[in-house]
């Protein structure tokens, strides 16, 4: 086999092996198949090499798929930045624990319609909010009603 060929499998493998740990399909899984394609144009005249060189394209893709899908049920994966975890850390937040209790039952205006979420403005602090589903317009009278991690729960309260 000559050179080129050599040259044109492995840097197809390389470019197939690192487009399976890259999100979507892009520019290294296009040019990873052109290479082994063209490894396979360079052998047109040989039909044993071509034939060599498609099992062993297929033998390489078939053992990465394996250690790829075996990574994956074992969990292996979990612990990449690509891929979202179940909960956000609370490290991995500007907000800290606690940081909105004193905002807990506290009566404020709708800034923006709350459609379901949107601003509201506290005692001058302007917070983003979101209601249980509801849509209540701008200027309405809203209270604090839960803290859930991140989300600041509103409610319509009555007028004063």
Do not use: C
């Amino acid at each position: 086999m000559p050179v080129p060929t050599i040259i044109l499998l492995l840097l197809g493998v390389l470019l197939l092996i690192v487009e399976m740990f890259l999100p979507g399909f892009g520019v290294a899984g296009v040019a990873g198949l052109l290479s082994l394609f063209g490894a396979l144009l360079l052998q047109i005249g040989n039909p044993v090499s071509m034939l060599f060189i498609s099992a062993l394209v297929l033998f390489i893709i078939a053992v990465v798929l394996i250690i790829f899908f075996r990574f994956a049920q074992k969990g292996k994966f979990d612990k990449w930045r690509l891929i979202l975890g179940e909960h956000i850390e609370g490290k991995s937040t500007s907000i800290k624990n606690g940081q909105y209790k004193e905002y807990l039952g506290a009566k404020g205006r709708a800034l923006t319609q709350l459609r379901p979420s949107g601003k509201a403005e506290f005692n001058g602090t302007v917070l983003d909010v979101a209601t249980n589903g509801e849509f209540l317009p701008k200027g309405t009278l809203v209270e604090v009603v839960a803290l859930e991690g991140l989300r600041i729960l509103v409610s319509a309260a009555q007028e004063e």
